[in-house]
């Protein structure tokens, strides 16, 4: 049995998120982009191998095929951050084991099934997720005023001695304040025809904002190739992102706990927001040039230079070279980040627009491991 990733302390779930963040898991990317539910499907065979690895654990099982011969299929479950969350190890079938799956089929007609439900033999159910697995994750939220530097600006991460992160964001995808729309955690429409509400799109980008929702944000570069969440996006994940203050060095660290552990920096030095000869050169980038000022209570954040490689939001809204982005970040009390985006990308939309929500402190906890390329596609 190989084990690919061994994780420490996990992330989290904010009470806010509870309709968002609950069983089935919290996959990487959707479901039904890589699985059709309109193709049941149940198998009972021997475990052959199992893979705990991000973004998703795989169970593997010798199935007979029409012929007899053995056909060897891949469950697709939750991640093993969900998984371990939920007391489950990887020891918890072996080799040999005879296990039965309900599930879907794979779109594309390979051996793979999303595994909704899996039973031993004796009718047991296994790698299930706790339908409460998010929220427990709040239990014991930080005590106490604000923290705070001793020049009385607030702290972006924790107190001096204790450790934290930020995670769980009440708004998955960007969607212009005061609109209300319903979407999934993966920023899906539950009714394409509201498409025009989410944002003030041109022509041609609702149109492609449209073609990425009806097939399932399978495009998504993120899902395909593992490209990191730049723009806003970086603050979509549930699984969170931590502040590293750097103040000597008039810079911060956002460090991701999703994708490869991907981070990014924001300078407070006052600089201008072009490339260095011996760095970038001023190419476009993921997560564009950064800098920032301090606005009372708020960080505010300026970026441009980005590159049109990545998907800026969960939800598949397109964004041009052009883009440039304001965020506010106000911790509103120990336990409470309010994140403002401000979108002005005159090659996609008619307008400026502003898309808000809370993230949630994730107390005494490190950020969890998850790397898109520790799995198979």
């Not at 999303?114 to 709040?138: C, H, M, P, S, Y």
């Not at 999934?184 to 041609?204: C, M, R, S, T, Y």
């Not at 490869?260 to 920096?265: A, C, F, Q, R, V």
């Not at 049109?308 to 070279?321: C, D, K, V």
Request: hydrophobic letters at 40%; one cysteine or more; charged letters at 20%.
């Amino acid at each position: 049995m190989r084990k690919r990733s061994t994780l420490a302390t996990l992330s989290a779930s904010a009470v806010v998120l509870l309709s968002l963040f609950t069983a089935p898991a919290f996959a990487h990317h959707p479901v039904l982009a890589k699985f059709d539910d309109a193709r049941p499907l149940t198998l009972t065979g021997r475990v052959t191998d199992v893979f705990w690895a991000n973004p998703h654990v795989h169970v593997f099982i010798s199935v007979d095929g029409n012929d007899a011969t053995p056909v060897i299929w891949a469950i697709e479950l939750a991640s093993t951050i969900e998984l371990q969350w939920s007391g489950w190890r990887p020891d918890a079938v072996k080799v040999g084991d005879v296990i039965t799956v309900d599930g879907i089929a794979a779109r594309n007609g390979s051996a793979q099934i999303w595994g909704n439900n899996v039973e031993r033999e004796n009718g047991e159910k296994i790698f299930t997720v706790d339908e409460q697995v998010f929220a427990k994750q709040l239990e014991q939220p930080a005590q106490g005023p604000l923290p705070r530097w001793p020049d009385n600006q607030p702290r972006l991460g924790p107190a001096p001695g204790n450790t934290g992160y930020w995670a769980l964001p009440s708004r998955t995808s960007l969607v212009e304040d005061g609109v209300d729309v319903a979407m999934d955690e993966h920023g899906i429409l539950a009714n394409i025809n509201d498409a025009d509400k989410v944002a003030p799109f041109q022509d041609w980008a609702k149109d492609l904002y449209v073609l990425r929702q009806s097939n399932f944000l399978r495009d998504d570069p993120s899902y395909l190739y593992c490209i990191p969440p730049g723009g806003p996006r970086q603050f979509q994940n549930p699984f969170g992102f931590q502040f590293v203050e750097e103040r000597e060095r008039e810079r911060i660290f956002i460090l991701q706990a999703g994708g490869n552990g991907n981070w990014n920096l924001i300078y407070t030095d006052g600089r201008d927001q072009v490339g260095q000869v011996s760095g970038d050169d001023n190419n476009p980038l993921f997560f564009g040039r950064s800098v920032a000022t301090w606005e009372g209570d708020t960080l505010v954040v300026d970026s441009v230079g980005f590159n049109e490689g990545f998907w800026f939001s969960n939800g598949g809204l397109p964004h041009t070279s052009q883009l440039h982005v304001i965020e506010r970040f106000t911790r509103e009390d120990i336990n409470t980040l309010r994140v403002e985006v401000t979108v002005d990308d005159p090659g996609a939309y008619t307008r400026e627009w502003t898309s808000s929500w809370t993230m949630q402190w994730i107390n005494g906890k490190e950020l969890p491991e998850y790397y898109c390329q520790d799995n198979r596609p």
